[in-house]
């Protein structure tokens, strides 16, 4: 009969059941992305979890660690649905794995595994993409013309001859891009162009943007993740873009604009919070995603990249001990009156 | 003719650069000067205070003179290991590969029926622990005592024992989780 | 009379809400546990110094007749819980977590119960100071589980009055009911129990907080408050753990958060348990001292309930009376939240043990296997003294002990919220504990390597010391005998040899200040023999 600690009493909360609720969150998203998207993007998430699964059980083999607990704990899957949600879906199947193997071997697993690494994984796998292979990461489905879906799984297994035709820069991109072409257009202008820009952010996808809103709510609901994070990153971007679009609306798109592009909605809810490389502290949490919503913005309206999200993470990941550090709560009876 | 302008002005702010780091080193340096050779006192109040010379040096303050010489750090063996670490700790030194000396913590006990209160002990004890007079029996103060075993080796008639301290409700500490995990893995 | 509603209650952060289970063992009264074949009494069962025994092996004792003298102002007296013979006064095992002998008096109950003599104590004819030290004498001390000597708490700070006596009814732990069974049949009793300890403390209110899950408790009380005619408000509290600690119910009455580093006195408020109030009343008005006590015994039994105990009967014979059902693998002390597996069954009840759980491993599964800490802050946010767990476990761990104190490891009361709500099951108060006693450890170490220091420097001192004297002594002994045989030239050598000796004394004195004000004196029962074989008295001090 072995020794237990007290208390006998638990809540029986696990990793494990943390990890899962974080995928179910995910699903509407990912449903929604299927339907509108394509349904290419299943098959990115499978390549990705498959691809992470197998690293993790490799490098636990390798650091002898015990496989069971540590496979099945579900943070690798976690990881792994991040990358495939966050790589253009048509990107090729080597690419995603490449994500995932980065992720799990040198984000994870080089830094001591679960709990011990100090950057986002998946964030990790993106910026090491975008950087490496800066094409293939902005190939983004055409959102002008209809894919077949035989023409995306092409793609994804590197054998389509014409996937220029099937793909065009993001919305994000595209503003940019025009921003830059005709720098005296008004926005609104660019922004009318429904069949890219939708109603409010980009066509289609700030439906899914929606759905990742809906399962982020959820998470909260449920107390997985806490506000302070995904308030204080919506609340960046939308403070410095509702500055930048007052200050000349004709250059800057409007702030509802880029909360529903891009990777806004997602890092909010999913990346921001993640608990081991993000700050612990109530206050920590909310200066943390106050920091990577402004540095988003930045990045990603003034930067060269089309999206902030990934490289803000990363930026604040490595101040997260600092904040940490300088927002450490009073304890019990020692607050100031 | 500009290429040249610009390395000028590089060479030229490097070197500025440089000259202010250095004299802002320069100047923190005097005004946070130490004053004094402080590290003798700390080292020594991290060593025990047995006094018991195992060390090889004459008591604690000196093997902390040895050691802001450069001695081992490893040499005292009533501090053990977390004694060690708290020198490795203050020094930025590693703890030697040969490991660390560790003695359970004693403290000494005169054989009653053999002391013949000859007060040699007495005049070894480096902290006064042992109480006693000419030709009474001597006993040791538990609480005082430090375990160095000076009194033992003159006692003429081989009367101190040493024993180790047994644990007791008072000294019983939890142990870390670490170990059960590793023991029973 | 105000009501418990009226009151503004306050919150204090974290805490958690596990299932109570109190049903199980407050549904039948409190009964009589019978009298066991022996008792065992510890001598050590307050906080503060151990008992000194005053009987001896062989000896017959009376019922509530004193066993141990209470050893100084923070200790309190052991009392024989019935008559009978002493057969022994050895180590026996302790109702400890690690189960190490103790020193306890071992008692063969004669069955007459026969009484000592008592008397009710006239509390308005005596001083306070006389209350006090007859409480210390009858061995009255928290019975919450701290155990913590009362007549202690019963002094109020000099620099401010009292604004609150807290009486904890509150019983946050889960599977406890002894308190709320003692308010429901004993109200009358606590209540005027807690007129004792206001009439010495002359606080403004007396608040009694009982949690919202044991309403006849509070019904009982309020009607025992109002049939006695007192001002004490009975204030009914949400129910959370660990409401029922001091420090968090104090916070919920009345705002005041008392940091480690203060007592609760100072900031005008003192805390007792119910049950410590009770046994406080019967020795006030029947003069019977603290031998027995209220003790739930829950669990894994057949039948579950509340007994009355004599301090001292053995673990075995009292588990006996719920019997325990087979697939009992361990016995609890205290609840499930801070409670301590009892390594040996043939430990005592002791006065801080208010609740044994028959504990079996489909009642408390077994934790699995540690995961790492992902950090996900549920332990922060659980922590009533906000803490940072997570961090803490981090440098508890890698032993990192004044970074664990510099986080106010120090604060921690060790009520298990943070493991209680872990995601990775981590042992986090495991590792409190042992951060805790290493750090005590060490910081009695250090205090013991002062003091070895100062001892050493004293020695040093009184060595040069002796030796300047000394040689004072031969210079001046060498002049007498010259100058016996000298004129007046010799008389100026003697003198200029005397004046060389004090001067090279004194030089040396100031080379080695006297480290302690002790230290004169020393010197001067080390001067009287003229080998230092008497060493100073401070060597026995």
Same mark, same amino acid.
């Given at each position: 009969?072995?020794?237990?600690?007290?208390?006998?009493?638990?809540?029986?909360?696990?990793?494990?059941?943390?990890?899962?609720?974080?995928?179910?969150?995910?699903?509407?998203?990912?449903?929604?992305?299927?339907?509108?998207?394509?349904?290419?993007?299943?098959?990115?998430?499978?390549?990705?979890?498959?691809?992470?699964?197998?690293?993790?059980?490799?490098?636990?083999?390798?650091?002898?660690?015990?496989?069971?607990?540590?496979?099945?704990?579900?943070?690798?899957?976690?990881?792994?649905?991040?990358?495939?949600?966050?790589?253009?879906?048509?990107?090729?199947?080597?690419?995603?794995?490449?994500?995932?193997?980065?992720?799990?071997?040198?984000?994870?697993?080089?830094?001591?595994?679960?709990?011990?690494?100090?950057?986002?994984?998946?964030?990790?796998?993106?910026?090491?993409?975008?950087?490496?292979?800066?094409?293939?990461?902005?190939?983004?489905?055409?959102?002008?013309?209809?894919?077949?879906?035989?023409?995306?799984?092409?793609?994804?297994?590197?054998?389509?001859?014409?996937?220029?035709?099937?793909?065009?820069?993001?919305?994000?991109?595209?503003?940019?891009?025009?921003?830059?072409?005709?720098?005296?257009?008004?926005?609104?202008?660019?922004?009318?162009?429904?069949?890219?820009?939708?109603?409010?952010?980009?066509?289609?996808?700030?439906?899914?943007?929606?759905?990742?809103?809906?399962?982020?709510?959820?998470?909260?609901?449920?107390?997985?993740?806490?506000?302070?994070?995904?308030?204080?990153?919506?609340?960046?971007?939308?403070?410095?873009?509702?500055?930048?679009?007052?200050?000349?609306?004709?250059?800057?798109?409007?702030?509802?604009?880029?909360?529903?592009?891009?990777?806004?909605?997602?890092?909010?809810?999913?990346?921001?919070?993640?608990?081991?490389?993000?700050?612990?502290?109530?206050?920590?949490?909310?200066?943390?995603?106050?920091?990577?919503?402004?540095?988003?913005?930045?990045?990603?309206?003034?930067?060269?990249?089309?999206?902030?999200?990934?490289?803000?993470?990363?930026?604040?990941?490595?101040?997260?001990?600092?904040?940490?550090?300088?927002?450490?709560?009073?304890?019990?009876?020692?607050?100031?009156? | 003719?500009?290429?040249?302008?610009?390395?000028?002005?590089?060479?030229?702010?490097?070197?500025?650069?440089?000259?202010?780091?250095?004299?802002?080193?320069?100047?923190?340096?005097?005004?946070?000067?130490?004053?004094?050779?402080?590290?003798?006192?700390?080292?020594?109040?991290?060593?025990?205070?047995?006094?018991?010379?195992?060390?090889?040096?004459?008591?604690?303050?000196?093997?902390?003179?040895?050691?802001?010489?450069?001695?081992?750090?490893?040499?005292?063996?009533?501090?053990?290991?977390?004694?060690?670490?708290?020198?490795?700790?203050?020094?930025?030194?590693?703890?030697?590969?040969?490991?660390?000396?560790?003695?359970?913590?004693?403290?000494?006990?005169?054989?009653?029926?053999?002391?013949?209160?000859?007060?040699?002990?007495?005049?070894?004890?480096?902290?006064?622990?042992?109480?006693?007079?000419?030709?009474?029996?001597?006993?040791?103060?538990?609480?005082?005592?430090?375990?160095?075993?000076?009194?033992?080796?003159?006692?003429?008639?081989?009367?101190?024992?040493?024993?180790?301290?047994?644990?007791?409700?008072?000294?019983?500490?939890?142990?870390?989780?670490?170990?059960?995990?590793?023991?029973?893995? | 009379?105000?009501?418990?509603?009226?009151?503004?209650?306050?919150?204090?952060?974290?805490?958690?809400?596990?299932?109570?289970?109190?049903?199980?063992?407050?549904?039948?009264?409190?009964?009589?546990?019978?009298?066991?074949?022996?008792?065992?009494?510890?001598?050590?069962?307050?906080?503060?110094?151990?008992?000194?025994?005053?009987?001896?092996?062989?000896?017959?004792?009376?019922?509530?007749?004193?066993?141990?003298?209470?050893?100084?102002?923070?200790?309190?007296?052991?009392?024989?819980?019935?008559?009978?013979?002493?057969?022994?006064?050895?180590?026996?095992?302790?109702?400890?977590?690690?189960?190490?002998?103790?020193?306890?008096?071992?008692?063969?109950?004669?069955?007459?119960?026969?009484?000592?003599?008592?008397?009710?104590?006239?509390?308005?004819?005596?001083?306070?100071?006389?209350?006090?030290?007859?409480?210390?004498? #009858?061995?009255?001390?928290?019975?919450?589980?701290? +155990?913590? %000597? &009362?007549?202690?708490?019963?002094? !109020? $700070? *000099?620099?401010?009055?009292?604004?609150?006596?807290?009486?904890?009814?509150?019983?946050?732990?889960?599977?406890?009911?002894?308190?709320?069974?003692?308010?429901?049949?004993?109200?009358?009793?606590?209540?005027?129990?807690?007129?004792?300890?206001?009439?010495?403390?002359?606080?403004?209110?007396?608040?009694?907080?009982?949690?919202?899950?044991?309403?006849?408790?509070?019904?009982?009380?309020?009607?025992?408050?109002? #049939?006695?005619?007192?001002?004490?408000?009975?204030? +009914?509290? %949400? &129910?959370?753990?660990?409401?029922? !600690? $001091? *420090?968090?119910?104090?916070?919920?009455?009345?705002?005041?958060?008392?940091?480690?580093?203060?007592?609760?006195?100072?900031?005008?408020?003192?805390?007792?348990?119910?049950?410590?109030?009770?046994?406080?009343?019967?020795?006030?008005?029947?003069?019977?001292?603290?031998?027995?006590?209220?003790?739930?015994?829950?669990?894994?039994?057949?039948?579950?309930?509340?007994?009355?105990?004599?301090?001292?009967?053995?673990?075995?014979?009292?588990?006996?009376?719920?019997?325990?059902?087979?697939? &009992?693998?361990?016995?609890?002390?205290?609840?499930?939240?801070?409670?301590?597996?009892?390594?040996?069954?043939?430990?005592?009840?002791?006065?801080?043990?208010?609740?044994?759980?028959?504990?079996?491993?489909?009642?408390?599964?077994?934790?699995?296997?540690?995961?790492?800490?992902?950090?996900?802050?549920?332990?922060?946010?659980?922590?009533?003294?906000?803490?940072?767990?997570?961090?803490?476990?981090?440098?508890?761990?890698?032993?990192?002990?004044?970074?664990?104190?510099?986080?106010?490891?120090?604060?921690?009361?060790?009520?298990?919220?943070?493991?209680?709500?872990?995601?990775?099951?981590?042992?986090?108060?495991?590792?409190?504990?042992?951060?805790?006693?290493?750090?005590?450890?060490?910081?009695?170490?250090?205090?013991?390597?002062?003091?070895?220091?100062?001892?050493?420097?004293?020695?040093?001192?009184?060595?040069?010391?002796?030796?300047?004297?000394?040689?004072?002594?031969?210079?001046?002994?060498?002049?007498?005998?010259?100058?016996?045989?000298?004129?007046?030239?010799?008389?100026?050598?003697?003198?200029?040899?005397?004046?060389?000796?004090?001067?090279?004394?004194?030089?040396?004195?100031?080379?080695?200040?006297?480290?302690?004000?002790?230290?004169?004196?020393?010197?001067?029962?080390?001067?009287?023999?003229?080998?230092?074989?008497?060493?100073?008295?401070?060597?026995?001090?």
């Amino acid at each position: 009969m072995d020794f237990i600690s007290p208390p006998y009493l638990s809540r029986n909360a696990s990793v494990r059941s943390v990890m899962a609720r974080v995928l179910f969150a995910l699903l509407p998203g990912v449903a929604v992305y299927a339907c509108l998207i394509g349904p290419v993007i299943l098959l990115q998430i499978a390549i990705a979890s498959a691809t992470a699964l197998a690293a993790e059980a490799a490098m636990l083999k390798l650091r002898g660690k015990p496989l069971r607990p540590f496979v099945t704990d579900g943070s690798a899957l976690v990881t792994a649905w991040l990358i495939a949600l966050t790589f253009p879906p048509i990107a090729p199947w080597w690419l995603t794995a490449f994500g995932a193997l980065v992720a799990i071997v040198i984000a994870k697993h080089l830094y001591g595994g679960l709990g011990q690494n100090p950057f986002n994984p998946a964030m990790v796998a993106f910026a090491a993409c975008i950087v490496s292979f800066p094409a293939l990461m902005s190939q983004w489905p055409s959102l002008t013309l209809e894919t077949r879906f035989i023409d995306q799984i092409l793609a994804v297994l590197g054998v389509s001859k014409e996937l220029d035709a099937l793909t065009s820069a993001t919305p994000l991109d595209v503003l940019k891009t025009a921003l830059r072409l005709a720098p005296g257009t008004p926005i609104a202008e660019t922004l009318s162009d429904t069949k890219i820009h939708g109603f409010i952010g980009s066509r289609t996808w700030e439906c899914v943007a929606a759905a990742y809103l809906l399962g982020g709510l959820w998470l909260l609901r449920c107390k997985v993740i806490r506000w302070h994070a995904p308030t204080g990153f919506l609340a960046g971007v939308v403070a410095l873009s509702a500055v930048c679009w007052l200050f000349d609306p004709g250059r800057f798109a409007p702030p509802l604009f880029h909360v529903f592009s891009g990777g806004v909605v997602l890092g909010a809810f999913f990346i921001v919070t993640d608990p081991v490389s993000g700050c612990a502290s109530a206050k920590g949490r909310l200066i943390f995603g106050f920091a990577a919503g402004i540095l988003a913005y930045t990045i990603r309206v003034f930067g060269g990249y089309p999206d902030g999200v990934a490289f803000s993470v990363l930026i604040l990941n490595l101040c997260a001990p600092l904040v940490d550090l300088m927002t450490r709560p009073p304890v019990f009876g020692m607050k100031k009156k | 003719m500009e290429n040249t302008d610009n390395v000028f002005i590089a060479v030229a702010v490097m070197t500025l650069g440089a000259a202010f780091l250095g004299a802002a080193l320069g100047w923190a340096s005097e005004r946070f000067r130490v004053e004094g050779n402080p590290i003798i006192d700390q080292i020594e109040r991290a060593l025990p205070q047995t006094q018991c010379g195992q060390c090889g040096y004459p008591g604690c303050r000196g093997y902390a003179e040895a050691i802001a010489d450069g001695a081992p750090i490893n040499l005292c063996p009533p501090g053990g290991e977390a004694g060690a670490r708290k020198l490795a700790d203050l020094l930025g030194r590693e703890i030697p590969t040969t490991g660390v000396a560790e003695k359970p913590p004693q403290f000494a006990v005169i054989d009653e029926n053999r002391c013949i209160g000859c007060t040699l002990c007495i005049q070894a004890c480096p902290v006064d622990a042992i109480v006693g007079a000419a030709k009474q029996l001597h006993t040791v103060v538990g609480s005082i005592c430090t375990g160095c075993a000076l009194c033992t080796a003159p006692c003429p008639v081989e009367c101190i024992g040493m024993k180790t301290i047994p644990e007791t409700l008072d000294n019983w500490k939890w142990k870390s989780p670490v170990f059960q995990i590793r023991r029973v893995a | 009379m105000p009501s418990g509603l009226s009151r503004r209650l306050f919150r204090f952060k974290g805490g958690v809400e596990p299932d109570t289970h109190k049903a199980e063992s407050s549904l039948t009264p409190i009964g009589k546990a019978p009298l066991p074949s022996r008792l065992i009494l510890p001598l050590h069962q307050s906080v503060g110094a151990c008992a000194t025994p005053c009987v001896r092996v062989g000896e017959t004792l009376l019922k509530g007749q004193r066993i141990g003298n209470a050893d100084g102002w923070i200790s309190a007296a052991v009392h024989a819980p019935t008559s009978g013979k002493v057969v022994a006064i050895e180590d026996r095992p302790s109702a400890h977590a690690s189960g190490l002998p103790t020193l306890s008096v071992v008692i063969e109950p004669d069955g007459l119960e026969t009484w000592v003599e008592r008397a009710p104590l006239d509390v308005t004819a005596r001083s306070p100071d006389e209350v006090r030290k007859a409480l210390r004498d #009858a061995g009255i001390v928290g019975l919450g589980g701290a +155990v913590f %000597p &009362t007549h202690a708490k019963l002094t !109020a $700070a *000099k620099s401010t009055a009292i604004d609150e006596v807290v009486i904890n009814g509150a019983e946050c732990e889960p599977f406890m009911s002894c308190d709320d069974l003692l308010m429901r049949e004993r109200a009358e009793d606590v209540v005027r129990g807690a007129s004792i300890f206001r009439d010495l403390l002359e606080p403004k209110r007396v608040l009694i907080g009982i949690e919202d899950n044991k309403p006849e408790a509070a019904r009982a009380m309020r009607r025992a408050v109002e #049939a006695l005619g007192f001002d004490f408000e009975v204030v +009914v509290v %949400p &129910t959370r753990y660990p409401t029922g !600690a $001091a *420090k968090q119910l104090i916070r919920v009455l009345t705002g005041k958060e008392i940091p480690s580093t203060r007592r609760s006195p100072e900031m005008g408020v003192q805390c007792f348990n119910v049950g410590t109030a009770y046994s406080a009343w019967r020795f006030v008005a029947l003069g019977e001292p603290l031998i027995s006590r209220v003790v739930t015994l829950t669990g894994n039994v057949e039948s579950a309930g509340n007994w009355e105990t004599l301090i001292g009967t053995p673990f075995e014979e009292f588990v006996a009376l719920g019997r325990p059902k087979p697939d &009992t693998e361990r016995f609890l002390m205290g609840g499930p939240m801070m409670g301590f597996e009892i390594p040996d069954l043939s430990a005592p009840v002791v006065k801080a043990c208010n609740c044994v759980i028959a504990a079996s491993s489909s009642l408390f599964p077994p934790p699995p296997p540690e995961m790492p800490c992902i950090r996900c802050g549920a332990c922060a946010e659980a922590c009533p003294h906000e803490l940072l767990p997570f961090e803490l476990y981090r440098f508890s761990r890698a032993q990192k002990f004044d970074k664990a104190v510099e986080l106010s490891i120090d604060e921690c009361i060790e009520c298990g919220c943070c493991a209680y709500v872990c995601p990775s099951r981590i042992p986090l108060v495991q590792y409190f504990r042992f951060a805790k006693s290493e750090i005590d450890a060490r910081r009695k170490e250090k205090a013991k390597a002062d003091a070895t220091r100062a001892r050493i420097e004293q020695r040093k001192a009184r060595e040069e010391r002796l030796k300047a004297e000394k040689a004072e002594r031969l210079a001046a002994a060498a002049v007498k005998t010259s100058g016996a045989g000298g004129g007046d030239g010799a008389d100026a050598a003697k003198k200029a040899l005397i004046e060389a000796a004090v001067e090279r004394a004194r030089l040396q004195r100031e080379a080695h200040p006297p480290k302690n004000p002790e230290t004169p004196a020393s010197v001067e029962a080390a001067e009287k023999t003229p080998d230092p074989a008497v060493n100073p008295g401070d060597a026995t001090r």
